[in-house]
């Protein structure tokens, strides 16, 4: 399953100027409340590119939260502490964190909150291969956006849904999970949500070697991302129809879509995408049984993908310490993170299939 991440290369000190201005600016605020808001969407901006600094960012904003006595806002604190959490791969604290902050938001009945923790405990059982449990939240999370009348996180849960029943090979329930999605999409004129309704149902019908229909939803799905100019779901899609082409033995129109996916790779050094299509390549020279090819394409696609697991491992083991003590002066408001972070950010979530998989989380 696959989510994109993409950065953006920044000045490094200029950011970090700005960021401090911001934390100050906070800490100045007298209302605890509004204090745990404008740390929270600080620290949840951040949680992708600066995340030893977005979690200094959550122990300020948890600290705020409980001077508040506020059971909404001690929640919302505990949400970012257990994204933090789960971003760095400890599954235990990130459970304990969702699940004190969804007992929270149920004790004063926040539906909103009640859905947004059973989301991100639906992603956590989902990856730590709990998927009744994981089913269970996304339910849950479901029926809490449904009182709510949140179209867009119905369509988003119902997705989830069909993402975990694809990952137990339950393709007919993932296809029909994704067609639920579909018209809520396109009823929110949601070209981004619809183009990876097309894309997912397309995938799943590509594993029941239904390589036909497959081929209509992803080239749906794909004059949608041309219309929007998305160029990396553009290359996530290229590469989908490629291995369609492939199981097809379309080699022609296959190595077209495979040199357009490069074509993106390549001018945006999109590292997820290359991996995957490392092992396309493989697979087209496979099916023509040049197998020599192959195992070459096959080597490279796994030389880089240990290359990208090393430095997520080398990432994860940097430290969180829960009881550590943040102070704000006017000369720096907190340490900042290595950039090693940066592009660990752009290369977190690699999917074990050669196709991509929409999954949305919080």
């Not at 926040?110 to 405990?121: K, R, V, Y």
Request: aromatic share 12%.
């Amino acid at each position: 399953m696959k989510l994109v991440i993409i950065s953006i290369l920044l000045s490094f000190a200029g950011l970090a100027q700005v960021n401090d201005s911001l934390l100050l600016q906070i800490n100045e605020i007298e209302n605890d409340t509004e204090k745990v808001n404008q740390f929270y969407k600080l620290g949840f901006d951040l949680r992708n590119t600066e995340p030893e600094w977005s979690y200094e960012i959550a122990i300020l904003c948890k600290k705020a939260a409980l001077k508040s006595q506020s059971p909404k806002h001690i929640a919302k604190s505990y949400n970012l502490l257990g994204i933090l959490f789960y971003k760095k791969g400890n599954y235990s604290k990130a459970l304990l964190y969702q699940k004190q902050a969804l007992a929270l938001n149920a004790s004063i009945h926040n539906e909103t909150g009640i859905a947004i923790n059973q989301t991100n405990l639906g992603n956590i059982y989902s990856e730590i291969n709990y998927p009744e449990q994981a089913e269970q939240a996304y339910l849950q999370a479901l029926q809490a956006y449904n009182i709510t009348n949140n179209t867009l996180h119905i369509a988003r849960s119902l997705i989830n849904i069909g993402v975990l029943k694809f990952s137990q090979k339950q393709y007919d329930a993932a296809i029909k999970q994704f067609e639920e999605a579909l018209p809520y999409a396109t009823q929110l004129g949601d070209n981004e949500l619809t183009a990876s309704c097309y894309n997912n149902i397309g995938i799943t019908l590509t594993y029941q070697e239904k390589p036909d229909s497959a081929l209509l939803y992803l080239e749906e799905g794909l004059k949608i991302r041309q219309l929007i100019d998305d160029e990396f779901e553009l290359a996530d899609s290229y590469n989908n129809i490629a291995i369609v082409y492939i199981k097809q033995k379309d080699f022609n129109q296959a190595l077209n879509y495979i040199s357009l996916a490069n074509e993106i790779c390549e001018k945006y050094d999109y590292t997820e995408a290359l991996l995957e299509l490392y092992h396309t390549r493989s697979l087209f020279f496979e099916a023509q049984q040049d197998y020599q090819q192959a195992n070459i394409w096959l080597k490279k696609h796994y030389a880089l993908k240990d290359s990208i697991q090393t430095l997520e491992k080398t990432t994860l083991e940097l430290d969180f310490p829960e009881n550590k003590e943040i102070n704000i002066s006017n000369n720096q408001a907190t340490k900042h993170t290595d950039n090693t972070w940066l592009f660990v950010s752009c290369l977190m979530m690699l999917i074990c299939i050669p196709l991509f998989l929409i999954r949305y989380k919080r």
